[in-house]
């Protein structure tokens, strides 16, 4: 088992700035592949960023290339989404999730955390 616990969402004005962070524990943090997902309400989950057990390799949603950028420690066994240039239709709870693959698919991930969200005020 995998626990993973997101931190750092909040209330921000329209360009602005968080940084959130998953923290792992449980299973070795550097096995697994790990990604962001965010769902809006009405609407479905939807994959943001994810990362590489190395975290050499990176993939973003075409929405937020540029602005939004993961990375991870794994002697933390941490994951961060640096987000900047917020903008309204960024707001919704984002999830961290572990996966034994380096995914863009939520399928492939077996682990979630509870998720935190994020307001974006325009």
């Known amino acids: 088992q995998v626990q993973l616990v997101e931190s750092g969402g909040g209330l921000v004005q329209a360009g602005g700035s968080l940084r959130l962070s998953c923290a792992a524990s449980?299973?070795?943090?550097?096995?697994?592949?790990m990604g962001w997902f965010r769902q809006a309400p009405g609407k479905e989950r939807e994959f943001v960023a994810a990362?590489?057990?190395?975290?050499?390799?990176?993939y973003y949603v075409d929405s937020v290339k540029g602005r939004f950028t993961i990375s991870r420690d794994n002697t933390k066994n941490t994951m961060y989404l640096q987000m900047n240039s917020l903008k309204p239709e960024d707001m919704a709870v984002y999830y961290c999730?572990?996966?034994?693959?380096?995914?863009?698919?939520?399928?492939?991930?077996?682990?979630w955390g509870q998720g935190t969200q994020v307001t974006v005020s325009s």
């Open positions: 999730a572990a996966s034994l693959v380096y995914s863009a698919s939520s399928g492939d991930y077996d682990y």
């Open positions: 449980g299973r070795t943090f550097s096995n697994y592949g």
């Open positions: 990362i590489s057990r190395t975290g050499g390799s990176t």
